[in-house]
Structures are given as C-alpha cells and as structure tokens.
C-alpha cells in the first residue's frame, strides 16, 4: 500500500514529462545572442575603434551600447529578439551618424584655421608683391634722384668752373686794361709803342701785347679786330697808311705769338674816330691809338 | 489509500487559475502604447526640421512607416506589436535626422574645403611662382 501512495495517475504523469520537456526544449531553442544583436555589436566595435569617431558621440554610443547588451539578452519569444535587434542597429547607426556630424564640425575649426591660413598667406604674398613692387620705385626714385644729383653735381662743377674760369677771364680783361663794350672788349694801347712817324713797335714796350696775345691763346674762341688811329696832324692820306702799318705790325706781333691769323683783322681807321680833341697836345695823345677789339665768343659755341 | 492522489488535481487546479488570471490581466494592463506612438511622432518631426526629407528619405520614410503600421496594430488591438513598431519608428526617425546632420555638416565642409583649395590656388596664381 505504501508504493500507492507515492503512485501518480498516468494522465497526470505524461502531463509532468511533457512540461518538462517543454522547458528544456525552450533553454535549448533560445539562442545565446540573435545574429542581429552580433551584428549591431560588430559595428558598434568598428565605431568604437575607429579614432576619428570614438570620441565623439559618448551619449549616443553609450546608448548604443545599452541597446546591443539588450539585444544580446537571450530573449524568448523571437519577435522581440528581432525587434531589440533593430533597436540596437539603428542606435548604433545613430552613434555613427552623430560621431560623423560632430567630427566634421571639429574639421570645421581645422578648416576656418586652414581659411585663416590661407587668406594671411595671400595677404603676406599681396604685401610682398606691394613691398618688392615699393622696393623696386624706391631703387628706382634713387636711381633718379642719383641721376639728377649727378647732373646737379655736372651742372654745378660747370657753373663753378665757368665761374672760375669767367673771373680768371676778368682779371685777365682787367691786367689788359680792357673795356667792355657792345662790340666786345677793346683795348686801348697807347701810342708808347710807336715812334712818332713810324709804324714799327718800340722793342720793350711790348708787354700790353704779350698779355693780349695770352689772352687770344687761352680763348681759341675769341678773334680780334685791330684798329689803328691817328691824330688829325698830318694828310688823312698819310695817317690813314699810318695807322693801317701800326695795326698791321700789331697783327704781325700777334702772330709771332702764336695766334693764328684768321683770328686776326688789322684795319687802318686813320684820323677819322678821334676820342679827344686834336687841339690840345693831351687830345692828340688820346687820338694816337691802336684799338684791339676782341669779340664776344658767339652764343652758339658757349 | 487516495488521499494523496488528490494533491495533482489541486495543483492542475491552480496552474489553470493562474493562467486564466494572467491572461486577463494581459489583455486589461496593455493599453495603446500612447507615450512610445507620441514620442515616435516627435522624433519625425524632429527630423523632419533637420531636413531629413531631403538628406536622409529613406530613413524618413521607413520611419513614417513604421508609425503608421503602429496605429494600425493599435487599431487591431496588438498592443504589444504597436509599442514595438513605434519604438522603431522613433528610432528609425532619430536615425534620420542623424544622417542628415551628418550630411549637411559634410556638405558645408567640402564646400569650405573647395573654397579654400581655391584660394590657394589663387594666391599661387596671383603672386606668380610659388616661393
């Protein structure tokens, strides 16, 4: 009687076995992860090991992340391991896309600095070009300002020169006591260089006539008219040959000098250009004369 | 002699009981999945205003999809079916705008790239050979 007790009704018995087996067949169907949940897991690892983007979305990869462990459960009932699936790939997808907009928003600053970059090197080119551009109208103005003081420096040793060399010129008219006038300088010379009567020169009383013919040497330019007068004593006949003789001896005395004679005219006035009167001895002597007119040099040769 | 073989009818009893008892209280404690079906509408237009209709419509469109084979699950009464379809929705819709935040974002650095490759490229070109 005792085995009875513990005895079960068959029904009941088959009912126990089945539910059993039920259970153990349902551990055994439900698969430790979902192939959607490894997948989402496979992705979430490239994102999480990928160094641009790890870093950048914390929140929404921490989701992500949440939502794979969720999907990873071992879940029962088929549909829901499905749909957490989906869940967990679309947060990883999120993740993704988040990480990407906030990296391209870093490479953005990385950009602006690259812009930044960018326009300060043209405006240092454009600067460049402006200074070398500048640099060069600077060589250039000095160059100029070179030139011009140069022709400063030539016009200006010209002018001191003409100077130096009109104030020799003017010593020079002033020892041949020599007077300016509209036809050019004469010189007067007296007539201590005649004997009376006579047209040859007094030896020693030549030096006016040295002077003069320095003078015509220095100044190849310049020609002389030589001029011969006389007082009214005597037949104008006589004093006009007179006066013609002294002023060619006067060109003859030139000549030995050296002064060549196309530079040289001797013209015999006579007594018809009287500077004083011929009634008085003094006039007289101012009448007896030998002009030397030296022309001013022509305008075209200065 | 019996006594004991009345435990097995009682405990079948009561695993009936229970069942009945869950199954009632399944059908009465799953009403419309209003708050996931909401948040599922928000997440599209969110993304909807992130332009999604223009840089992400796939994952736009899926995810209007989604919500509305939700209401219908709501209509049919498959509460859960509903919540799972409007949980997918929102996520499919925050996908959206996702994308097309990431989309613009890439979009304004090429332009910013081009513009600066120009830029070099006329800088060279202005200042002659480069130095």
Known sequence: MNNTRYRISSPTRVLIAAGV??????????????????????????LQSDANLATQAPVAIKEAEAAVVAAEAPQTDEQVAVHLAYLADRKVEIAEAQSQARFAQAER????????SARLDARTREADIAKDQAASAEAAAIEQKRLADGARTDADAQRAASAVETAEMQRQIDELQAKATDRGLVLT??????KTGKAELNSGATSSLDKLAAFLEQYPDRSAAIEGHTDSAGSEDYNLDLSQRRAQSVRAYLMGQGVGASRLAATGMGETQPL??????????????????????TPAIR | MYESSQAPPRLLKAVGMACALLLVAAC???????????????????????????????????ARTRLV???????????VVAQQ??????????????????????????????GNDALVEETQRNSGAPR
């Open chain 1, 21 to 46: 087996a039920l259970a153990l067949a349902a551990c055994a169907a439900a698969p430790p992860k979902s192939t959607g949940a490894a997948d989402a897991r496979a992705k979430l690892t490239v």
């Open chain 1, 109 to 116: 600053t990385k950009l602006s600095e690259q812009r930044e």
């Open chain 1, 189 to 194: 010379l007296g007539d201590v260089l005649f």
């Open chain 1, 276 to 297: 004083g009167g011929n009634d008085s001895a003094d006039g007289r002597q101012q009448n007896r004369r030998v002009e030397v007119i030296i022309d001013n040099p």
């Open chain 2, 28 to 62: 009465a404690s799953t009403p419309p999945p209003s708050e996931a079906l909401r948040a599922a509408e928000q997440a599209i237009s969110n993304a909807e205003r992130a332009e999604a209709a223009q840089y992400a419509a796939a994952e736009l469109g899926e």
């Open chain 2, 69 to 79: 084979s939700a209401n219908e699950a709501v209509k049919e009464e498959k509460m």
């Open chain 2, 85 to 114: 379809l409007a949980e997918q929705a929102r996520v499919e819709a925050e996908l959206a705008a996702a994308r097309a935040e990431a989309a613009k974002a890439g979009k304004v650095n090429e332009e910013m790239k081009r």
